[in-house]
């Protein structure tokens, strides 16, 4: 079973900085890798798909990089609806599928 | 604009058997796309529980895989997930989401979440 680590597990910062989220994977998933924003009483709202792409209506503030086992969700510039909580999700040993731990991005 | 629905008790005894169904809106099941489960405890992180395709094939968690059975009912255009002998540890929200297999491979279409509490 594949293995997701995200770090931090916290990341204190502040509205207008740059956010760098890390996912690593304990055995190689390619690109087949997502990430998703999940806020209280809200469903999780896909960000990046196959590691690198946004997704429809995601800002360009969000961008996805990595392959393999390395991975990094960044936010340019954070903007006050941003602070949430990030988890990344790989399908590359489909159909078996692993959420990391979470980041949670806070002020 | 595909919706989803989740439904089901709020409330299942310890030991007891949790059922929850997902009600799609606006697409055909049988049209395609693979649909999961997937849960979050209270305080705890996103687990995927497992997937399903509209013909039958299914795939759980290893870790639930003994306690999780998936089913289509392409009828009602519902699918379910019944979770068996329960405990405390399965309280949590659940969604249904359709996972994009053939294009984003990723769940790009959620449902609210619905939370159950397993306690007597």
């Known amino acids: 079973e594949i293995v997701l680590t995200q770090s931090p597990a916290t990341l204190s910062l502040s509205p207008g900085e740059r956010a760098t989220l890390s996912c690593r994977a304990s055995q190689s998933v390619r690109s087949y890798l997502a990430w998703y924003q999940l806020k209280p009483g809200q469903a999780p709202r896909l960000l990046v798909f196959d590691a690198t792409n946004r997704a429809t209506g995601i800002p360009a503030r969000f961008s996805g990089s990595g392959s393999g086992t390395d991975f990094t969700l960044t936010i340019s510039s954070l903007e006050p609806e941003d602070f949430a909580v990030y988890y990344c999700l790989q399908r590359g040993h489909w159909p078996l599928l692993t959420f990391g731990g979470g980041t949670k991005v806070e002020i | 604009q595909v919706q989803l629905q989740e439904s089901g008790p709020g409330l299942v005894e310890p030991s007891g058997t949790l059922s929850l169904t997902c009600t799609v809106f606006?697409?055909?099941?049988?049209?395609?796309?693979?649909w999961g489960w997937i849960r979050q405890p209270p305080g705890k992180g996103l687990e995927w529980i497992g997937s399903?395709?509209?013909?039958?094939?299914?795939y759980y968690s290893p870790s639930l895989k003994s306690r999780v059975i998936t089913s289509v009912d392409t009828s009602k255009n519902q699918f379910s997930l019944k979770l068996k002998s329960v405990t405390a540890a399965d309280t949590a929200v659940y969604y249904c989401?359709?996972?994009?297999?053939?294009?984003?491979?990723?769940?790009?279409?959620w449902g609210p979440g619905t939370m159950v509490t397993v306690s007597s």
């Open positions: 399903l395709y509209h013909t039958g094939g299914t």
């Open positions: 606006n697409y055909s099941i049988s049209s395609g796309y693979y």
């Open positions: 989401a359709r996972f994009d297999e053939g294009g984003m491979r990723a769940f790009d279409v």
